[in-house]
Each structure stands twice: as structure tokens, then as C-alpha cells.
T-cell receptor, first 115, second 114 residues
């Protein structure tokens, strides 16, 4: 079983729609949860970063973590064509794992927003 | 701009050759991570250095090695290259001293082995 599972898509939605992107993970030791956006031929760019369960909002983006079900989500409201990219979830162990902070990534979901 | 600089941007080389990829982390970041991204494997963690010391190894082949220098820049050495090593290689850096894994990625080096 992979440590992080992510539906690769592709996902196409019309402009203005709400987008929901999701990942599941298998190890309850993970405590840091991140979403990265990657445009074609570019490096991943950190979008959202959360620690433990709950919601975090930043503009049109909301990250949600449910540690009880090991499920993380990214919601994009009022989606724009410029949001078209690959979205990768990433997880990392908690503070007790200093020295082993590697990120484990999902495979990424390719999203296209149709004007 | 993430503040992480990778050189070169593109590299084309023949099988059996050796190449060196370079990464300069963000100012003040002591941690450097190397990742490989291929179409069928996604982003795979290779190795992590913290302040010059190797901290963790992932799916890194024995033909690959890395180091982090006193000025904190890092190099990834790939030798005896094979066609399957063609991929994007990313370096990321993160803030010093904690398990804060808010990593910032460079633009990558696209390696093509022919």
C-alpha cells in the first residue's frame, strides 16, 4: 500500500466551479499536510500548509485535514483558468522525527479549468 | 520565485556518462532535499541533507550520490547514466532547525539521457 494515494485525474471543470481535490494516507504518524501546485515544466509551489486536523483558508483555497479518517482535501472556490495545473498533496512526520522530515507526495491530480 | 536556484536547467547526455546537478538553497535554509520526478513515478524522494550532514535516504540508486558543502549549496552526482534516469530532478530547501517541512522547490533540472 502506498503511503499517500491521490486520484491522478485528469479533472476538468468549468470556470467558476468549486473544485475538490483529495488524498488519503496510511500512516497516522504523519502530522504535517501540504498542497503544492505545479505548472507544466515548473517546480512545485507550496499552496497550503497545515498541522494536524482542521481547516485552513487562504483566499479561494481551503485545506481540510481529517486525521481520524486519514483524509486530506483541497477546495478551490471560483476556479479560474489560471488554476489549471497539477496539484500534489504531501505529508510529513511530526516534530519527534527531526532529521527525517522528508515529504511524501501523492502522484498529483491534473486539473483543467475550462473558460 | 522560490529562492532556490538549480543549475543547469537542461542537460542532455549519453548513456554511461556522469553529470552533476547543482542546488543553492534559500538564504538561511540549512536543509536540502533532492527529488526525482518522472512521468510514471511522480515525485520520489532521493536524499536529505541538513547543515552538511546526510539525514535521510530514499529511493536513491547506488550510482547516485550527493553532498552539501559548507556554504550549504548541494550537488547531486549521477553516474553510469541509463536511459531510465531521464527525469526532472528537483532540489528543495526548508527552514532551519525544526521539523517544519514547508519546503520550497527550485525550477528543476531536466535530464535527458540518450
Amino acid at each position: 500500500q502506498k503511503e499517500v494515494e491521490q486520484d491522478p485525474g485528469p479533472l476538468s471543470v468549468p470556470e467558476g466551479a468549486i473544485v475538490s481535490l483529495n488524498c488519503t494516507y496510511s500512516n497516522s504518524a504523519f502530522q504535517y499536510f501540504m498542497w503544492y501546485r505545479q505548472y507544466s515544466r515548473k517546480g512545485p509551489e507550496l499552496l497550503m500548509y497545515t498541522y494536524s486536523s482542521g481547516n485552513k483558508e487562504d483566499g479561494r483555497f481551503t485545506a481540510q485535514v481529517d486525521k481520524s479518517s486519514k483524509y486530506i482535501s483541497l477546495f478551490i472556490r471560483d476556479s479560474q483558468p489560471s488554476d489549471s495545473a497539477t496539484y500534489l498533496c504531501a505529508i510529513a512526520p511530526g516534530p519527534s522525527n527531526f532529521g527525517n522530515e522528508k515529504l511524501t507526495f501523492g502522484t498529483g491530480t491534473r486539473l483543467t479549468i475550462i473558460p | 520565485d522560490s529562492g532556490v536556484t538549480q543549475t543547469p536547467k537542461h542537460l542532455i547526455t549519453a548513456t554511461g556518462q556522469r553529470v552533476t546537478l547543482r542546488c543553492s538553497p534559500r538564504s538561511g535554509d540549512l536543509s536540502v532535499y533532492w527529488y526525482q520526478q518522472s512521468l510514471d513515478q511522480g515525485l520520489q524522494f532521493l536524499i536529505h541533507y541538513y547543515n552538511g550532514e546526510e539525514r535521510a535516504k530514499g529511493n536513491i540508486l547506488e550510482r547516485f550520490s550527493a553532498q552539501q558543502f559548507p556554504d550549504l549549496h548541494s550537488e547531486l552526482n549521477l553516474s553510469s547514466l541509463e536511459l531510465g534516469d531521464s527525469a526532472l530532478y528537483f532540489c528543495a530547501s526548508s527552514p532551519r532547525g525544526t521539523s517544519n517541512t514547508e519546503a520550497f522547490f527550485g525550477q528543476g533540472t531536466r535530464l535527458t539521457v540518450v
